[in-house]
């Protein structure tokens, strides 16, 4: 039964439901000047969030699905990081003073590329155009591979305190079959250093999915990670779509594990992590007890947002950089993708927005309740469409696909209360999909 479920619900290349409508929605009707409008709108004492993005590795990651700069050189950063001041200063005179942050995320790429310098003066570049409150979560993307003692102690000093290492796998034959070589004590390393210098929240990114992946080299990965602590872990599905993406191409197809074998490794992995104390969360997340997320979880206030799983419960978040995605009440915005696009809006003096999307009142409620599902595997319907002043036969009569996951003993529904049974979790967006009205429009 597991594997026909598995071969049925996985043939179609569901959304990661990140955010909904998801960015294939996004059009130019939603641009600069939207945003700008949208901004000047912000109430003065909203705590927003902030991600940075730095689009710059060292080496090219073959799984790898983000835009980004392969360089070797620290030029091309530095000239990244002028535009993305004026960016910010560009930002931060169109929104109310004082703008508190509560939460502020580098990510890339990687973002430890910028240097010691420049992160401190970045951080104070933000403190000036922003008030970041004392107790925000500052956030940084790190690969262990090119992390230095001397940035360690930068983001100490900078007020860093949870940093997300990238892994993937320990297994020394997928990781040359997928051009990242990074040891465990490179790791481990990493994490002791950031350790020293007061950035104890510690997460880790896994994927599974991988060329020649194993049962065994997945919980041997998973074990070796657990002896390390972190906090939390992010256990990804490696997406295979090399008519997208080039570099996948590089990739040996015959190599990567089946739906099949990719779910008995996740659920390998899944009780691993469990059995060590962890809690699942959602989807592909598993955090220790105290971690904001497995908190935010029981109390009901796990996010879904363009990171991934949140505890940050701000209604704003202000992407800065080349292709980064922001969200305001109104909606979604997209910064121009490419660098040199980003550049010549940004050195012209107009916000980079190339697109985004302006959210209806339905929806505002398909977004609640696929974010629930994602988040809790269970969602209240009725309780949803009640706060949004909606009527909930509206959302599920539309949900065609329900009735076949009901029928498939994936989801019980009652009274339109849906719950995904525990055993079936690993078709969440499945479930959530039934919602989506964009679906049968987005091109495999």
């Known amino acids: 039964m597991r594997t026909s479920i598995l071969t049925k619900y996985h043939k179609d290349r569901l959304p990661w439901y990140t955010i909904y409508p998801t960015v294939p929605e996004f059009s130019e009707a939603v641009g600069a000047e939207s945003y700008k409008e949208w901004l000047r709108d912000l ?183 657990i002896a390390m602590r972190p906090s939390r872990l992010a256990v990804f599905g490696y997406a295979h779509i090399p008519s997208l993406i080039k570099n996948q191409r590089l990739i040996d197809e015959a190599a990567l594990p089946d739906s099949a074998a990719r779910a008995e490794h996740a659920a390998a992995v899944a009780e691993t992590l469990v059995a060590a104390g962890y809690r699942e969360i959602g989807l592909d997340h598993f955090a220790l007890p105290d971690d904001e997320l497995a908190l935010a979880q029981k109390t009901g206030r796990l996010r879904r947002n363009s990171l991934g799983y949140s505890a940050d419960t701000c209604k704003t978040l202000i992407g800065f950089g080349a292709s980064a995605i922001g969200r305001v009440g109104e909606g979604y915005v997209q910064n121009e993708v490419t660098r040199d696009s980003y550049t010549r809006h940004i050195a012209a003096g107009h916000l980079a927005t190339s697109k985004g999307y302006r959210l209806t009142d339905e929806d505002r409620v398909r977004a609640a309740i696929i974010e629930r599902l994602m988040s809790d595997l269970e969602a209240d319907v009725p309780a949803i469409c009640a706060a949004h002043r909606s009527d909930p036969s509206r959302f599920l009569d539309s949900a065609e696909r329900l009735a076949m996951l009901a029928e498939d003993g994936i989801v019980d529904i009652e009274k339109g209360f849906i719950r995904v049974r525990q055993e079936h979790r690993f078709v969440i967006r499945a479930v959530a999909a039934a919602f989506d009205v964009f679906l049968d429009r987005v091109a495999p």
Not at 87 to 108: K, N
Not at 123 to 135: C, D, H, I, S, W
Not at 200 to 216: A, K
């Open 43 to 225: 109430p003065a004492e909203e705590s927003v969030s902030l991600y940075l993005h730095i689009p710059f590795c060292r080496s090219l990651c073959w799984y790898c699905g983000f835009p980004t700069t392969i360089t070797r050189q620290d030029a091309p950063i530095l000239k990244y990081l002028a535009v993305l001041r004026d960016e910010i200063r560009l930002v931060s005179e169109q929104v109310p003073q004082p703008l508190p942050v509560s939460d502020v995320h580098f990510g890339g790429g990687t973002p430890t590329l910028i240097g010691p310098a420049e992160f401190l003066a970045m951080m104070e570049l933000l403190g000036r155009g922003f008030a970041l409150r004392k107790t925000a979560t500052v956030a940084v993307e790190i690969d262990p591979r090119t992390f230095t003692a001397e940035m360690a102690e930068a983001l100490g000093a900078a007020g860093v305190n949870r940093a997300s290492l990238g892994v993937q796998t320990f297994d020394p034959i997928v990781q040359k079959e997928i051009n990242r070589v990074q040891s465990e004590a490179q790791t481990a390393a990493a994490v002791e250093m950031l350790r020293r210098h007061g950035v104890s929240r510690i997460n880790f990114d896994l994927i599974l999915g991988l060329p020649h992946q194993t049962v065994r080299s997945c919980v041997e990965t998973a074990t070796a990670a």
